[in-house]
């Protein structure tokens, strides 16, 4: 999978870069440097003033708008508000991913109930989004992003709204998800996360990209386990790669 | 499976925003309240107009030495003239008739019929009864003007009060035609706004739908359906308050005084039927094409 892409938006500067099929890729930045501004161009929510953009292989520019939500479906996205639907139960929020796609009742009852069991969520069923914690809504949009198992996820600022502890299990929940072949797009401005996790890190400034480490600093094959005790462990070095 | 999907989101969101959508069908409510007693008003109003406007006619009066072979020659030549709906032939002995039953003790003093054979001229529309006048009285060579048979005595000349006749009739009907398009304009609008604010507190929902994959049409229909059932609830609150008073007041009063059931106005049916059409048809209407500016993500 390629994404090429220069536009002269506003809020980004003739910035261009791919991205494989199966990667997990940091994109960081300050605030106002684009990151949100190259989320809303792969949903196609934006258009680029000038450049082209590539997912799998299709130029979004050939997409008409009738046809944007099929596009949406293959990608599944993730907030930092969460945005969750607050008159919805946790697994009604999960099911509606799954109805929007003429999903039949059986799959939603088989698939949803996995889901969130893989996210932790078993217990909260039936809570209401406001009844929940700040990590576990991240959880159930998660839950929700992943469910259709999009070839791409995208999260803007996941962990922007939770404490640290608690954005390490997002974050293993993530590398969870990258690691079933679903590539990973993230948004953050989390330095330390970045540093621990030892990804692929493109950085943009002011809309341009001022930096593309495809570090090989970290071993591919990590366990989650592993993974998460690393990004636990005081640390930046990867144990297994001393 | 779809159908009902739609439906059970339908009344998922009504529950679940009670608050906006009781304003809407109060709204809805009190707008079919207000066109159900008006449209009979309007109705009435148009019915006694017409009804006097359908008496406006022009009276040909015969000789009294008209022969019955002039009365059908006349009858003849009237409805040869453009814009005549219909001549109504009443004789001599027939208008005595008539005027002896009315005031018999005058009738009784005289020996013979003073009345003339007479033709009440229709024409086909209230408003050409002066173009009627003016072809059986065409202009006389040397001025004034002739009548089109020398059998006829004259024609009745009766101008002033015909004109004043259309011209309050005309003010009338089209008073109430301005009203009727003016509470139309003002339902629909109050209609649409309150939709629009109850869906404006929605808007969130319907962005993360769309960010969901959801299609126009997945978000659109459990909102339509929504404004359905309020827009027929709404209406048949309406109905069944307007049903009620007319039971308990209206019904009564109109046996009691004849006047009040003379004007012919709409069938409680019929009524019925325009305001719920109206409500489900305004309000799921509304709420489809508010939405649309929260669709555009």
Redesign the interface.
Known sequence: MSKLYAPGDVGLDQAGFSISRGEFVFLVGSTGSGKSTVMRLL?K?IEPTDGTLRVAGHDLSDIKR?RI?????NIG?VFQDF?????RTVYDNVA??L???GG??REIRQKVPDILRLTGLSTKLHNYPDQLSGGEQQRVSIA?AFINAPPLLLADEPTGNLDPETSIDIMRLLYRINRTGTTVLVATHDQTMVDKMRRRVLELSRGRIVRDEAAGLYARDETTREFARRLRSPSSRPPGLQ | ?RIG?FLREAI??MR??AAPSFAALATVLVTMLVLGVFIPIVQATNGAANSVRSRVMVDVYMKPSATAADDARVQKELLAVPHVKSVQFVSKQQAYEQQAKLDPQAYALLTSNPLPDTFHVVPDNPGNVLLVRNSLTPPASGGGTRVIDPAIQNVSNKKDDTKKILEVTNLVTITAAVLTVLLTVASVLLIANTIRLSLYARR??V??????????W?IRWPFVIEGMFVGAAGALLAIAVLGVTKIALLDPLANNWTLIAAPRTIAFSALVAVLLGAGVLVSSLGTGLSLRRFLR?
């Open positions: 949903i929510e009738d939500p099929y596009y949406r479906r996205v945005k969750l639907l607050p008159s509606y991913a109805q929007v796609t039949t009742r929700r | 499976m999907f998922r969101a679940r925003n969130r929902e962005e993360v739908m769309k960010l969901v994959g959801a299609t126009d997945f993500v």
